[in-house]
T-cell receptor, first 110, second 113 residues
Framework: RKEVEQDPGPFNVPEGATVAFNCTYS??????FFWYRQDCRKEPKLLMS?????NEDGRFTAQLNRASQYISLLIRDSKLSDSATYLC???????????WGAGTKLIIKP | NAGVTQTPKFQVLKTGQSMTLQCAQD?????MYWYRQDPGMGLRLIYY???????DKGEVPNGYNVSRLNKREFSLRLESAAPSQTSVYFC????????????FGQGTRLTVV
């Protein structure tokens, strides 16, 4: 089993819909959690950090479920420009090693 | 404000050749990282440098060496390239530990034939 797992998708979603995906992690000592966005053939960029209390930024909401060891990302009122691959990253307990999921591909259709 | 700059963007090597990937950041970050990204595998850490003067192995260090030349620069060297090292390589930096945002370079697409 991988340390960090994501559904690879693709998730094909109509514009304006709400979509959610999860990322499970196996190391219960992990303390830092992130969602990054990666456009095709580009570098990853931070979308949002995930805090224990959850985190909301406009149409995006991230949550952490420590008991079940997963983080989630919810996108409301999806836009064509949201089409991308969403990577989750979890630290291993060491402060300098992030473990990355393979990414979930999201395609927003008109 | 350039952020993290990687060179080259593309490279084709023959098996056994060597090359160095260059990375520089202008954000005064302490920590720098080299990752490789392969389809279906996610980003995997090759080496990292928590601070100037230190380097440590990551998840997949075999076949690679690194040099933290100064606070700004962190290079990755392939001494004898193998087809298994065909990948996209990303350099990244963080202000401190990985509890803070990582900034990435644009990536190097390396093909070893």
């Amino acid at each position: 089993r991988k340390e960090v797992e994501q559904d690879p998708g693709p998730f094909n979603v109509p514009e304006g819909a709400t979509v959610a995906f999860n990322c499970t992690y196996s190391n219960s000592a992990s303390q830092s959690f992130f969602w990054y966005r990666q456009d095709c053939r580009k570098e990853p960029k931070l979308l949002m950090s995930v805090y224990s209390s959850g985190n909301e930024d406009g149409r995006f909401t991230a949550q952490l479920n420590r008991a079940s060891q997963y983080i989630s990302l919810l996108i409301r009122d999806s836009k064509l420009s949201d089409s991308a691959t969403y990577l989750c990253a979890v630290n291993r307990g060491s402060n300098y090693q992030l473990i990355w999921g393979a990414g979930t591909k999201l395609i927003i259709k008109p | 404000n350039a952020g993290v700059t990687q060179t080259p963007k593309f490279q084709v090597l023959k098996t056994g050749q060597s090359m160095t990937l260059q990375c520089a950041q202008d954000m005064n970050h302490n920590s720098m990282y080299w990752y490789r990204q392969d389809p279906g595998m996610g980003l995997r850490l090759i080496y990292y440098s928590a601070s100037e003067g230190t380097t440590d192995k990551g998840e997949v260090p075999n076949g690679y060496n690194v040099s933290r030349l100064n606070k700004r620069e962190f290079s990755l060297r392939l001494e004898s390239a193998a087809p298994s090292q065909t990948s996209v390589y990303f350099c990244a930096s963080t202000k401190g530990s990985t509890s803070t945002e990582a900034f990435f370079g644009q990536g190097t697409r390396l093909t070893v034939v």
